[in-house]
């Protein structure tokens, strides 16, 4: 939830506060308005490509350090005076927030032991993510308009940045969270596990009634890897 609504506070307060920033920095308000709209374009670019490259790897650690890296070189180049390369910056900054976001539903996903905990997840990640990004804008604009400089407002998404990554790395790491807590490694995959095939009273006899699902996770399968379907029925494994 925090990690959800940190990044929509960073995503909210440059929607509304990046072209009077950029016009600050000495842009019109048509350039400033232009690299907003870059920004937006970027993102839809970074929500794609960074949960895709994410979803490949069991630790999602290492892509969340990466992208508030980035992040933070961007918000460095906004913060420069006069904003030099600011085309630069801006598309930066746009494709990491939504790749971010991206990165966010998709630890949803990855995180959930089972669909009705991945849903429970994200009814609590939006409800609480939403309603403290909601007051990013306007604590920006306080911020600006009590010291009458950015440097405040900065400061403010530079705390963001620091404490969504550090919420980041420890739900970035492999595991999952299911109805009995938080799990790692094999103990989070676990499964009916492949015994002998017992029908139920009544069943038809049928070959197809015989197949009895087991999920097993191999040594250092983490999560989506090493997941084996194997059915045991009529006496062998399908």
């Known amino acids: ?25 000495g842009f019109d308000p048509a350039a400033a308005g232009g690299l907003l709209a870059l920004s937006q374009v970027m993102g839809v670019a970074g929500s794609a490509v960074v949960p895709t490259w994410a979803a490949r790897r069991a630790d999602q650690r290492r892509t969340i350090c990466l992208l508030a890296l980035v992040e933070g070189t961007a918000l460095a180049g906004l913060a420069w005076p006069g904003a030099p390369l600011a085309s630069l910056w801006v598309s930066v900054l746009g494709f990491v927030l939504g790749g971010t976001f991206g990165l966010a539903l998709l630890l ?17 990640a939006q409800s609480v993510g939403y309603l403290v990004a909601a007051a990013g804008p306007a604590v920006f604009g306080l911020l600006h308009d009590l010291t009458g400089g950015w440097a405040a407002p900065l400061a403010l998404l530079a705390f963001a940045l620091v404490e969504r990554t550090a919420v980041g790395l420890r739900r970035g790491r492999p595991g999952q969270i299911g109805p009995g807590g938080w799990g790692r490694g094999k103990a989070a ?13 009544g069943a038809a006899a049928s070959p197809w009634s015989r197949l009895r699902p087991a999920l097993r996770c191999g040594p250092g399968s983490g999560h989506g890897r090493g997941v084996v379907w194997a059915f045991r029925g009529h006496g062998g494994n399908l």
């Open 1 to 25: 939830a925090l990690f959800m609504g940190l990044q929509s506070l960073t995503f909210y307060i440059a929607l509304a506060w990046l072209p009077g920033f950029l016009q600050a920095r």
């Open 189 to 201: 995959c676990r499964g009916p596990g492949p015994g002998p095939y017992r029908p139920p009273p």
């Open 108 to 124: 949803l996903v990855l995180r959930a032991a089972d669909a009705e905990t991945a849903t429970e997840l994200s009814g609590m």
